[in-house]
């Protein structure tokens, strides 16, 4: 089964800021799952298999 990160988590994982996990959102390259609305933001959470991902390709230069 897999697991659902907040923004939060999924910077941690990614040793990078919440901002830039947004960027890859918006951007179309970190699918997210929304779950509502916040006050400032819409609330949605990552798969950490599609963190890793997205790391393995970084790491090997395919993005």
Known sequence: MDT???VKEAAAVMRTHKQTVYRLVWAGLLPRIDIGQGK???RFRVRRSAVDALMRQRE???A
């Open 60 to 62: 090997k230069g395919n």
């Open 4 to 6: 659902y990160l907040t």
């Open 40 to 42: 400032s933001r819409p």
